[in-house]
């Protein structure tokens, strides 16, 4: 059976973060500010750096590669939405909705993996691109990895085209929704599943809320109590401070942890505090200006490496 944690992760360092326009248009988490470019960089540096010490800190494994200054990447920092790393050795790779972000697929990193790991097949969905749909990786889709299902809100990012075929190359069961949004008293689409819903080991963490359609958000609710998670509910405020934006990891010893932002933390209540450290301990780490320029969290910033190593896969 799949594993549904892992205690790896590879992230990547900006060296030119900002604001990105080309996904601004239908990010709405995303907003500005007024300090230099460089002011900005050095910030989001220092958010960086602090975070993957806190994950170090206790144990997760984190692999740092650089940014490039080869190309113009200012979203790099969220390297979960171009890849995808198996158990069974495969390596996906994903369409991406804005022109600046493909360029963050990089031949060097896949490298690299492969050498450290066991890569059985790299298989590529890219090509939806050349017909205007996307799908961005695990912000586009929560994986289920034990029971093979993938929940995925619809949106300009996440085609379900796309989804189609990811389910024919994986065999996941979809379960498409759609997720809103209040922006400007109209209700819009969520630009990322993930955002609004995590999936961990034995819990759920969601804004059903986000779900108008009830049928919709029937079905989803009846999936995750089907496969065994605890629900924990969150408000759509709540999701406007990242508390959907979560991941659960575990680190060498095997202890969990429920990673998030320092923002999302302080959103969560008593009540849902409790419930999520019944399944790991909170870590989190403040990361404001990637937050409010990126318009993703600290789940967006890590890829899960579930690749296998090479002396396990001659075992």
Known sequence: MYSQITDTVFMIKPIQFRRNEETAVNNYFQQDMSESIEEIQNRALDEFDL?????????????VFTDTDSSVTPDSI????????????????YPMYAPNRR????????????????????????DWEEKGLFLEGTGSMILDRPNKVVYAALSDRT?????????????????????????????LPIYHTNVMMAVGE?????????????????RVEFSLIKSGKEIIKISEEQVSQFAGNILNLR???????????????????KSQRKALKKHG?????????????????????????????????RK
């Open 51 to 63: 975070f993957v010490e806190k994950l170090r800190e206790n144990g997760i494994e984190v692999i």
């Open 159 to 187: 085609s379900i085209e796309v989804l189609s075929d990811f389910h024919e190359v994986t065999g996941y069961e979809i379960i498409s929704f759609r997720a809103l949004q209040t922006v400007d008293n109209e209700r």
């Open 251 to 269: 680190n060498k010893s095997g202890q969990s942890f429920i990673v998030m932002s320092l923002a999302a933390h302080e959103s969560l209540n």
């Open 202 to 218: 034995n819990f759920a963490l969601i804004c059903l809320d986000c779900i108008d359609n009830p049928v919709e958000r029937a």
């Open 103 to 126: 360029l963050e697929r990089r031949d060097d990193i896949i490298k690299k993996l492969k050498e450290d790991f066991f890569v059985d097949q790299v298989y590529s969905f890219t």
């Open 281 to 313: 301990k909170l870590l989190y780490s403040p990361i404001p200006t990637i937050e409010l320029l990126g318009g993703g969290g600290v789940r967006c910033m890590m890829a899960e490496v579930f690749l296998p190593t090479p002396t396990i896969v």
């Open 78 to 93: 969220f390297p979960n939405n171009w890849i995808t790393l198996h158990d069974d050795g495969t390596i996906l790779l």
